[in-house]
């Protein structure tokens, strides 16, 4: 991809996706979103990087290899479902913590983390496909 | 007291059982410390479980026979129950005793072989897995431990696996005993199901007046037939011999192949009495009988030779279960033990000469007595045990089963005249095992003869020294025998063992006649192996047959392999829309019924500017003319479908739909040119037909499934649980997000695991592309094309499938 805006744009193209995809993932709960989506942007968010800088560069901003991402959004989902074994309730049983934080009230939750582990199983796999499918251009002549 | 019983029963099964099984691993891991030491602490182990067997002897008469029993798998009602009889008590000690002595024995071995650890942890499963055979009263419990002997025995026997021989004698063993497993299983179901108990002890009522007992015969005969290695089932045990001397010691022994001695005897109670049972018992037993014995003398290798010994002496003990008398049953009991006792004593002696000499070949060795006295020593007992010489333990048996089948009777004749044949010819082994190595001049062998270090020399003299104990201490052997004959024939009377030989008695004159004829088959043993060589060289055997059908099992997987995974794209989709179609057609044209003509639905104008999008999106797709184009012309489809599900209140499913879709059009636009595919796509006339016309029936019957879907009335449910309890047991008000992490969340961790391997898949793929593509070099690289014809599908099938 040789032009010049798409390759000036990407970076915070990227930028305002990625921190839109967290978005989604969060609001998830009570508004559409959830990890599912909020993966998908995210790895579209990738894609458009990969395409403007070369996958290389994208790879190395994300300083891990795609699927180590995607793993260990696996083992956080499969964690947060084990949380529930210290209650002596079944695997993946929802576990809500509520903080006082002054005006407001905090609601921690594992199927918010398992949310996470989604979302970043998504991001990861997608990402690590896409950039494996543009390293090509690179070697093409 | 019972308490303390059933204490030292449940401490005996630990240590019998549980110990060698969990100690498998650990002693494999040890050898690396202790090296030598490794065959002497293995024996440890099973003496101590010796001796907590041997304590369970006394109070045989009196305990019940259960005395363990655990939830195994409660949901389903399996308990596993063990149960301690004279029966079980006496198959368990023969085999810790032999077992024992294997394990030391195969400590000096094996010496330097750089997987002796490995290998006494396999003989130490083994052990374990074969005691609980004889001792489980659970016929599921029975199952698994027959299995798990199979699975061992396919580990030990296939122990040099750099040898094509071995591998193959290992496989054969396990499929041949594994067809018998299954024969198990299914005769200890019907079993269960005609006596209501999953226990072997809740069948006590006869059985042959039951309409399933022909069926139970044919089963239960096929498992023990298989795993004894009775004729027509017998060649495998002869191909097993290519595992170490000691595999063979302790298999062809005491345990193994006398797992189906073992069945036959525990069910005989039940199910002898029917011409079923008896009648094919003693017909096989018979013929395995005459054939092993004739065979022994067909070989040269000493191992062979004993290896057709034992397939005659397991033809003897189902010929005696097949009589079926208590006189026959007692006979099998003690000929059960004694043969244990100098089967064992003969392998390890010829593996002690392998071990001296460097050749097994009977032909090759001489005068051995000199420099092997104490192997000699131990041939010499084993042999005369074999030979059937009194005060050995063998005599008694031989005098037993010759009383048991002295009756006037026309298939009791008959029985008598194998018995006397197979005694014979098997005495005239023992002789020649026994005497024919150790007597006369030394011949030149491969190596200087030496005598093998203690840990092999210990093993077949104890062994000898119990055969002749035993027979003098009758007492002690009454107090396990007499328990196991009635657990065996409950109607017998108390057994004794014989204490005086009746010079004038039928038996014993047969005996004497057995001599004679043993001592000229002795003489005649050169002449005899090659007439019977040259008589019997084309009688069939399964042996080959079963490369035939084990080779064409292979060939029918691959041809049904390659006719589903031809590698060919364009088939497998225009085969998945085909049954898809077909799928959803035929319940519709058989069943259900088809829709009705549906409304002409009340749509507002951007609701049809959707429509016509998503309609226009699909004929740019089947008429564009380049490939780029179909692919944006089918991201511009898809989201109109998205908007669609937008408009109609799904706002989740439209959202994720058109990330999808945006997602799909940049991979697939990759994959384009990554594959360096044309920008265009002409196609033949024909395919063109083909494919649009299978297209348009998938694409019609869907339609006509979601039209009669939509006619049937919703059922409210489920969604009104959802509304109702999201917000409140999962504090979210996204119903759809919601039933995703928390309703069904299993669900999801099974999908994202899936997304997860598609990943991993999807790179490998990629990577397997570009490392099988050509390298653009100076000189021709042919790599991938010798390749290609050298496996004609692997390659093609990868390249092919990385776009999907």
């Known amino acids: 991809m040789n032009s010049l805006i798409f390759r000036t744009v990407a970076p915070f193209l990227t930028a305002v996706m990625l921190a839109f995809s967290i978005f989604v993932l969060l609001r998830g709960h009570n508004e559409p979103g959830g990890g599912f989506i909020g993966g998908l942007i995210a790895a579209s968010a990738l894609a458009i990087y990969g395409m403007a800088l070369g996958p290389d560069v994208a790879r190395k901003a994300l300083r891990v290899h795609p699927l180590v991402i995607a793993a260990a959004g696996l083992l956080i989902a499969i964690l947060s479902g084990m949380m529930s074994l210290a209650y002596d309730v079944p695997f993946l049983t929802g576990l809500w913590a509520e903080f006082n934080m002054g005006r407001d009230v905090l609601t921690l939750s594992t199927p918010m983390l398992f949310d996470f582990g989604v979302y970043l199983v998504v991001v990861g796999a997608v990402a690590s496909m896409v950039l494996g499918l543009e390293d090509n251009e690179e070697e093409s002549p | ?804």
């Not at chain 2, 007692?330 to 000499?357: E, M, N, Q």
């Not at chain 2, 019997?536 to 041809?559: C, E, I, N, Q, W």
């Open chain 2, 1 to 804: 007291m019972q308490a303390t019983r059933d204490m030292i029963g449940i401490y005996a099964l630990l240590l019998a059982i549980g110990l060698p099984i969990v100690m498998a691993w650990p002693l494999a891991a040890l050898e690396r410390w202790v090296r030598g030491a490794i065959g002497w602490i293995a024996a440890l182990m099973g003496l101590a479980g010796l001796g907590a067997l041997l304590l369970l002897v006394p109070g045989l008469g009196e305990t019940p026979s259960r005395v363990l029993e655990l939830d195994w798998v409660p949901s389903l009602g399996l308990r596993l129950a063990f149960r301690i009889d004279g029966l079980s008590l006496t198959f368990a000690i023969t085999i810790a005793a032999v077992g024992s002595l294997v394990l030391l024995y195969a400590g000096d071995y094996l010496k330097g072989h750089p997987h002796r650890g490995r290998f006494i942890g396999f003989l130490s499963l083994f052990l374990g897995a074969m005691q609980g055979l004889v001792l489980v009263d659970s016929i599921v419990g029975l199952y698994a431990f027959w299995e798990l002997t199979s699975l061992a025995s396919f580990l030990l026997i296939g122990f040099d696996a750099d040898r094509q021989a071995a591998r193959r004698g290992a496989i054969q063993a396990l499929v041949v005993t594994g067809i018998g497993g299954l024969a198990l299983l299914a005769g200890g179901v019907t079993l269960a199901l005609v006596t209501g108990s999953w226990q072997l002890s809740g069948a006590t009522a006869s059985l042959v007046a039951s309409p399933a007992f022909p069926l139970l015969a044919a089963l239960f005969l096929l498992a023990a037939t298989t795993k004894s290695a009775q004729v027509p089932f017998h060649f495998w045990l002869p191909n097993a011999m290519e595992a170490p001397t000691p595999v063979s010691a302790l298999l062809h022994s005491a345990t193994m192949v006398q797992a189906g001695v073992y069945l036959v005897l525990r069910l005989s109670s039940v199910m002898s009495g029917g011409i079923w049972w008896n009648g094919t018992l003693m017909v096989l037993g018979a013929l395995t009988l005459a054939w092993g014995a004739f065979g022994a003398f067909r070989e040269t290798d000493l191992k062979q030779v004993l290896a057709q010994t034992t397939i005659a002496s397991l033809g003897l003990l189902m010929l005696l279960a097949g009589i079926g008398s208590e006189l026959a049953l007692a006979a099998a009991l003690i000929y059960f033990v004694a043969h244990a006792l100098y089967k064992a004593a003969l392998f390890l002696v010829v593996g002690g000469i392998d071990h001296g000499t460097g050749t097994r070949d009977i032909t090759s060795l001489r005068g051995l007595r000199e420099p092997m006295s104490l192997s000699f020593i131990a041939a010499l007992m084993a042999g005369a045990a074999m030979l059937g010489v009194p005060p050995l333990l063998g005599f008694w048996a031989k005098e037993e089963m010759y009383k048991a089948a002295a009756l006037p009777d026309m298939a009791m004749i008959a029985a008598l005249a194998v018995l006397v044949l197979g005694n014979v010819l098997l005495g005239a082994v023992g002789l020649l095992l026994a005497i024919r190595p150790f007597m006369g001049v030394q011949l030149a062998t491969p190596k200087l003869p030496h005598e093998a270090p203690w840990g092999m020399i210990a093993g077949p003299l104890l062994l000898g020294i119990a055969g002749l104990a035993l027979a003098l201490l009758p007492g002690e052997v009454e107090r396990l025998l007499a328990p196991a004959l009635a657990a065996v024939a409950p109607a017998a009377k108390p057994f004794h063992m014989p204490r005086g030989i009746d010079l004038i008695g039928v038996p014993f004159l047969l005996s004497m006649l057995t001599w004679a004829l043993a001592m000229v088959a002795y003489r005649l043993f050169n002449p005899m192996r090659i007439g019977l060589n040259k008589a019997l060289r084309r009688v069939p055997s399964l042996d080959r047959g079963f490369d035939r059908a084990y080779f064409g099992l292979v060939r029918l997987a691959g041809a049904v392999t390659r006719l589903l995974h031809h590698g060919r794209l364009e088939i497998a989709m225009l085969t998945i829309f085909v049954m898809l179609a077909a799928a959803v057609l035929l319940p519709l044209a058989l069943a259900d019924g088809w829709p009705l003509r549906p409304n002409w639905p009340d749509l507002r104008l951007e609701e049809w500017g959707v429509m016509a999008l998503a309609v226009a999106g699909v004929v740019t797709v089947v008429f564009a003319p380049g490939r780029l184009m179909a692919i944006l012309a089918l991201g511009i489809q898809g989201t109109a479908v998205s908007l669609i599900f937008l408009l109609f209140g799904a706002p989740d499913l439209g959202f994720t739909q058109f990330m999808v879709e945006i997602l799909s059009v940049v991979i697939l636009g990759l994959v384009m040119t990554r594959l360096k595919l044309e920008g265009r796509d002409p196609r033949p006339m024909e395919d063109w037909l083909r494919d649009g016309s299978v297209a348009l029936v998938a694409g019609g019957a869907v339609t006509l499934l979601l039209l009669r879907v939509l006619e049937t009335p919703l059922d409210p449910r489920l969604s009104d649980f959802f509304n109702e309890n999201s917000a409140a047991l999962a504090h979210g008000k996204n119903i759809v997000n919601v039933i995703l992490v928390d309703f069904r969340g299993l669900d999801t961790l099974g999908e994202i695991s899936v997304v997860m391997a598609a990943g991993i898949a999807v790179l490998a793929l990629i990577r397997v592309a570009r490392s099988a593509k050509p390298v653009p070099a100076a000189a021709p690289v042919p790599e991938p094309e010798a390749e290609a014809e050298a496996e004609p599908d692997k390659p093609k099938r990868a390249r092919r499938r990385s776009p999907a």
